[in-house]
């Protein structure tokens, strides 16, 4: 099994910088795929990005492209997301999730183990 814990999140003014973590527990042989992903009051959980754990191939939502930067440090066993020109829109809870799946998906659905969240506020 897997145990993820997101930590970083905050508020923080349009323009600016915040990166979270996800500190993953357990095996990690067993999750071919971690990502990000964030859901606004409101609105469906929707993916920002996703990697590959083996090869760090990475992919980002459109909305994201050029912003946000996904990476993983294996020696700690620690997912991040570096967070850049941040708009209010941005503003979400943000998910960390790791899929046993041999390859990646972009839906929810394609993750098994989730962590509580970390609330992210930008404001204009």
């Known amino acids: 099994q897997v145990q993820l814990v997101e930590s970083g999140g905050g508020s923080v003014q349009a323009g600016g910088s915040l990166t979270i973590s996800c500190a993953a527990s357990g095996n990690p042989y067993t999750s071919y795929c971690m990502g990000w992903f964030r859901q606004a009051p409101g609105k469906e959980r929707e993916v920002v990005a996703t990697?590959?754990?083996?090869?760090?191939?990475?992919h980002y939502a459109d909305s994201v492209k050029g912003r946000f930067t996904i990476s993983q440090d294996n020696a700690k066993n620690t997912l991040y997301l570096q967070m850049n020109t941040l708009k209010p829109e941005d503003t979400a809870m943000y998910y960390c999730a790791a899929g046993l799946r041999p390859l990646c998906g972009l839906l929810p659905v394609f993750f098994n183990y989730w962590g509580q969240g970390t609330q992210v506020t930008v404001s204009s």
């Open positions: 990697i590959y754990t083996g090869s760090g191939s990475t």
